[in-house]
């Protein structure tokens, strides 16, 4: 942030607020260069104030707010690994989706599986299956160290688009033949688990399942997902899992995870009522809370008589936004 900005009467004066007894709310509202980077000029602080899960694995050391870390105890440094920076963490987080799948059928028989890719953190997999719970997760959990145990190896296949039906409707499996239906090249490209599961992929894998550290395997969460993203089609199970090389490397992830919940600004906001989020208003629409308003007009008004026009800093106009028109009618 410029230092003229910092040194601009606005910042010097004194603002006669009552003192705050909550650090965070300090922070927040009292500190001049802070009001400085979150009110005025929202560009490259702003984001300071969450911890957001990208920040947290790509770069620890920018995961959480400076000021608001002083009371957290010290952390061992641990820089995790990206999927491009490692591509032995890419091939670990793309076989782990393949043995969830793999374990899926293996608890759940009837369960028809989709597609499950590598993500930022880890990997997911998508099922048509019932609503699955934490309790599932636990049981399929203990199936891939089962299956990761056992040391299978991955073996890769070509074959024509014809075998790839046949073998695909021997299993019946109808969104894998969407999927086929979906794929322009040939050779269509087959990854077995040992002999006895496969799926269709085009890789990068680890050779064998016993390349994957279970310890550094966790089952997140599950979640509601349409097949191929549209609300006309199924409902399937999304089963979202992070994977690392290390059980240190997990354990530093969900330590940073854990951190930047603590910190969520959506949660922090309401606990210090500073606002509110409100359903019938949107699931992302925030209400300032009156004391904030306060707070908000004084700086507005500061803002109109200190800063000179012809300055290098503008005001802007936002709109308000609300989901339901309805709601604008009282
Ligand atoms: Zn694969």
């Known amino acids: ?70 009371d957290a105890p010290p952390v061992e440094k641990v820089v ?27 608890v759940f028989p009837d369960a028809k599986v989709t597609i499950g890719p590598w993500i930022e953190h880890g990997f997911y997999y998508d099922f048509d299956i019932e609503s699955l719970t934490d309790k599932d997760l636990k049981k399929i959990k203990k199936e891939m160290d089962r299956i990761i145990g056992r040391n299978l190896p991955l073996v890769r296949e070509e074959v024509t688009r014809d075998e790839a039906q046949k073998r695909i409707a021997a299993i019946n499996e109808p969104y894998k033949m969407e999927i086929l239906e979906s794929i322009k090249t040939e050779p269509i490209t087959i990854y077995h688990i040992g002999n006895e599961w496969w799926d269709l992929c085009a890789g990068p894998h680890v050779e064998t399942t016993g390349n994957i550290n279970r310890r550094a395997v966790q089952l997140e969460s599950v979640a509601g997902a349409y097949w191929r993203g549209d609300v006309n089609k199924p409902m399937l199970q999304r089963i979202y899992g992070t994977a690392w090389e290390t059980e240190e490397q997990l354990n530093a992830y969900l330590h940073f995870k854990e951190e930047a919940k603590r ?31 306060v707070v908000r007009n004084i700086i507005e008004d500061l803002v109109e008589k200190r800063i000179p026009r012809g300055s290098r800093y503008e005001s802007i106009l936002y709109s308000t936004l609300c989901k339901a028109k309805d709601l604008w009618e009282y």
Do not use: W
């Not at 010097?12 to 009110?39: A, C, M, R």
């Not at 995790?80 to 393949?98: D, F, Q, V, Y």
């Open 263 to 293: 910190r969520d600004h959506r949660r922090l906001g309401q606990d210090l009522d500073l606002f509110s989020i409100q359903d019938d208003a949107g699931g992302g629409l925030s209400v300032l809370a009156s004391k904030v308003a």
């Open 1 to 70: 942030m410029a230092s003229s900005a910092t040194h601009h009467p606005l910042f010097t004066s004194s603002l006669k607020l009552p003192s705050p007894t909550n650090p965070i709310s300090k922070h927040y509202l009292l500190n001049p260069k802070k009001l400085q980077s979150f009110y005025l000029f929202k560009k490259p602080h702003f984001h300071r104030f969450s911890a957001s899960p990208s920040a947290v694995a790509t770069d620890p050391s920018t995961a959480v707010d400076k000021n608001l870390a002083e």
């Open 80 to 106: 995790l690994p990206t999927n491009e920076s490692s591509n032995k963490l890419l091939r670990i987080r793309h076989t782990c989706a393949h043995v969830m799948a793999m374990a899926v059928q293996k």
